[in-house]
């Protein structure tokens, strides 16, 4: 029995070695980190992969965590743990829907998307006694803040500002837990009942508006489009009947200057054959004036009764003459 002593002492010792190598190693994942303190102290903060720890001296810090989740019903479940490693990744919290006042006092329920990574476990431990919760308290009365400075119109329509200035405020505010806030986003904004009847009836009368001016505006386009086509049909006409006219007294213009030269070449031939046969060239000219005025005179269905002047028959008569010096000539 005696001689069993050592022999059970030695296995001790072996398996409290076997013990302390197993709790001295600590396999960490990736994206994972373990913060180790040293009897009591900040020692140093596990990398990914294999390390050794003392088990004895060396120990890892645990901190609260909350974990939240969205059953398939839409509930969230809040769920906290005590952990010791640490979660590198990018990490959402959908909070609780959350109601916030706005400048022009109306209530309403605003549910936000939080996505967080925390970039120094270190301050992540010791700056911060619950950091998701730290993270939602400050999410609330943020969001608060923000949206109080904002009338409901505001509210609805500039989602993209104040999921800036929330992301901003926030930022700062966890840069010393050692935690950098991505990005935050607003999932759902819920107005009161009534204030929804209001803003329906609202944008109904908006889109009564709308199809009113549209309307209008039609009309007033069609009015104009047809007056236009009219002053150009009339400008069209106008302008025909103005090419019409030029043409018109061109033409007459170019027969009367055609007529003209007819006349002159006439009076130029028969004056020359009357200079030729002796006789007066002007007296014969005023007798066919004479004879052509005489004829516009009694042409006509009236009755009329022409006299004829003296010199109007010593005109003829001379006429007659100068007809029978060109037939002599002849």
């Known amino acids: 029995m005696i001689m069993n002593i050592p022999l059970i002492i030695i296995g001790t010792l072996v398996v409290f070695i076997i013990i302390f190598a197993v709790k001295g190693f600590k396999i960490i994942q990736q994206s994972e980190t373990m913060v180790i303190e040293r009897l009591g102290r900040y020692n140093r903060t596990l990398s990914s992969g294999i390390n050794i720890i003392w088990p004895i001296f060396d120990s890892p810090r645990s901190i609260e965590w909350k974990f939240i989740k969205t059953d398939v019903d839409g509930k969230t479940i809040v769920r906290k743990e005590t952990i010791n490693r640490i979660d590198l990744r990018e990490t959402v919290y959908d909070f609780p829907r959350q109601n916030v006042i706005t400048r022009d006092n109306v209530a309403i329920d605003i549910n936000a998307l939080l996505y967080f990574q925390v970039t120094d476990p270190k301050r992540c431990v010791y700056e911060i006694a619950n950091l998701p919760d730290a993270i939602e308290k400050l999410t609330q009365t943020t969001l608060r803040n923000v949206i109080g400075e904002l009338d409901l119109d505001n509210t609805l329509t500039s989602r993209d500002t104040i999921n800036q ?166």
């Open 165 to 330: 200035k929330l992301r901003a405020i926030l930022d700062e505010a966890t840069d010393k837990w050692g935690v950098k806030i991505n990005r935050v986003e607003l999932q759902d904004i819920i107005p009161p009942e009534d204030v929804k009847v209001a803003m329906e009836k609202q944008m109904r009368a908006e889109r009564d508006r709308r199809a009113a001016i549209l309307e209008a505006e039609g009309k007033k386009q069609a009015k104009i489009l047809e007056a236009e086509g009219i002053r150009q049909s009339e400008i069209n006409k106008a302008e025909g009947l103005k090419q019409a006219l030029i043409l018109k007294a061109t033409g007459e213009a170019e027969a009367r200057i055609k007529v003209a030269e007819a006349e002159a070449d006439a009076v130029e031939k028969v004056t020359k054959a009357i200079k030729e046969a002796g006789g007066n060239p002007t007296t014969y000219l005023i007798a066919l004036k004479y004879i052509e005025t005489m004829k516009e005179m009694v042409s006509g269905k009236e009755n009329k009764v022409v006299y004829m002047p003296y010199e109007a028959s010593a005109l003829l008569g001379s006429v007659g003459t100068l007809r029978d010096m060109f037939d002599q000539g002849k």
